[in-house]
Each structure stands twice: as structure tokens, then as C-alpha cells.
């Protein structure tokens, strides 16, 4: 957690907060976290 929270640019006690499973992070946040471990968010349409 606290080499997410170096790459990211949020704190180790604010990673902990926002990713509680009660939590309502912000995009922002969760796209800086999937940044930070190398990984891409993307969004496609469900098939029907």
C-alpha cells in the first residue's frame, strides 16, 4: 500500500479510507490507483 500510495501522489491513510468496502471513492481516485499499478480502465458497451 505504501508504494501505491508514493506512485499515486495520495496518502497511505487516504488509500485506506477511500478503498474501504463502505467507501464511495471518487473516479479520480480509483483512476490514479489503476495508474499506479499499471493497469487501464476501460469502458465498453455490454453486449446484448
Known amino acids: 500500500m505504501t508504494?501505491?500510495?508514493k506512485a499515486s501522489g495520495i496518502a497511505r491513510q487516504a488509500l485506506?479510507?477511500?478503498l474501504r468496502p463502505d467507501a464511495?471513492?471518487?473516479f479520480?481516485?480509483?483512476n490514479r490507483v489503476c495508474h499506479?499499478?499499471?493497469v487501464k480502465l476501460v469502458a465498453?458497451?455490454?453486449k446484448a
Open 44 to 46: 465498453r458497451p455490454i
Open 3 to 5: 508504494e501505491i500510495a
Open 16 to 18: 485506506y479510507k477511500a
Open 36 to 38: 499506479a499499478l499499471g
Open 24 to 26: 464511495q471513492p471518487r
Open 28 to 30: 479520480e481516485t480509483i
